[in-house]
């Protein structure tokens, strides 16, 4: 038996964050030539590290892996301060993509850092961008995961706490350990607007909804995707089961036995390309039925860089994307 239709969500696929960075190290590489170093994955994609990697992108885990004098562009995730002041004291020259949310985030922990707040960080242990926003001020900021996390914290005082979160977290599993917070600590403060990224939240509305209608949903996104990771749990949490893979060549025939629908969503990383390699491999197999599931539109883009920028308008080149 073969599923007799294809649900696909939208949005999908890159968010505006992504887009920058990709677009960064395309640019990056079209003015300064190959290699261009690139700080970590430059988003958690392999599909897209790998077709940068045959253009000329060097990715490295370390600064210090990069000769000096050469070109590094950071990753959408964000670097700590330590990371940018090496880079200078090696003079490396710099291109800085991270995502402006997440920039956005780092501020906030300075901010109430400065003002004597103990910092409660939502996030995951060991993410690049974790570890970015905990460098901004080490000594103020103490990560949780979980709920039963909260419970165990110890703070100085406990009426000069803030939280702030990761960009790529679930949304009600975030919703459910600030509460706790709040339960914990009556005065805690936030972000003037939440810190979890339009993307993150518009693509988990997007599957949510999926997952109602469907009886499998497949997740295209790499394995240290983090907000890939969390659309398969919202899937599996509304009832669907749920799948992450790579590519379409993952796809297990078992999976389909017996399922009518099946929906299609991707992570914020994960090029379209590969969603509509996924929709020609479920094509190829009988099925005539794809449909587009519209949940709410997306219209956000930021601007490159300020050194791509600068390199581009004295080179007289042009600021349209490059793909």
């Known amino acids: 038996m073969r599923p007799e239709r294809v649900l696909l969500a939208s949005p999908r696929g890159y ?8 677009e960064t ?9 190959p290699p261009v170093y690139v700080r970590k994955e430059i988003v958690h994609n392999k599909h897209v590290v790998e077709t940068l990697r045959k253009r000329g992108a060097v990715f490295v885990d370390d600064e210090n892996e990069v000769p000096e004098g050469e070109v590094v562009v950071f990753s959408a995730h964000g670097v700590a301060p330590s990371v940018q002041e090496n880079a200078r004291r090696r003079r490396l020259r710099t291109i800085d993509a ?5 920039t956005k985030v780092h501020v906030e922990a300075r901010k109430f850092a400065a003002e004597g707040y103990t910092i409660v960080l939502i996030g ?6 974790v570890e970015g926003t905990m460098g901004e001020a080490p000594d103020h900021i103490v990560l949780v995961e979980t709920e039963e996390d909260v419970d165990a914290l110890e703070v100085e005082d406990p009426e000069r706490v ?6 790529t977290l679930s949304v009600d599993e975030t919703k459910r350990i600030i509460q706790r917070l709040r339960e914990r600590f009556p005065n805690v403060v936030g972000p003037k607007s939440d810190d979890i990224c339009y993307a993150t939240t518009n693509r ?6 999926l997952a109602r209608q469907c ?4 997740v295209i996104g790499s394995r240290n995707s983090s907000n890939s990771n969390r659309l398969v ?3 599996r949490a509304h009832g669907a089961e749920a799948h992450l893979i790579d590519n379409e060549s993952q796809v297990r025939e078992e999976w389909l036995e017996g399922k009518r629908v099946v929906g299609i969503t991707s992570g914020a990383s994960a090029p379209e390309e590969l969603v509509q390699r996924l929709v020609a491999w479920f094509r190829a197999r009988g099925v005539d039925q794809v449909e587009e599931l519209r949940t709410v539109e997306e219209n956000v883009r930021f601007m490159l860089p300020r050194e791509i920028r600068k390199a581009l308008a004295e080179r007289e080149l042009p600021l349209a994307p490059t793909s």
């Open 15 to 22: 968010c505006a964050g992504v887009d920058r960075a990709v």
């Open 25 to 33: 190290v395309e640019r990056a590489l079209e003015l300064y030539g």
């Open 98 to 102: 991270t995502c402006p949310l997440v």
């Open 124 to 129: 995951h242990e060991g993410h690049e961008e």
């Open 162 to 167: 803030a939280y702030l979160t990761q960009t």
């Open 204 to 209: 988990q509305m997007a599957v949510r909804e």
């Open 215 to 218: 009886d499998l949903v497949l």
């Open 233 to 235: 749990e919202v899937a």
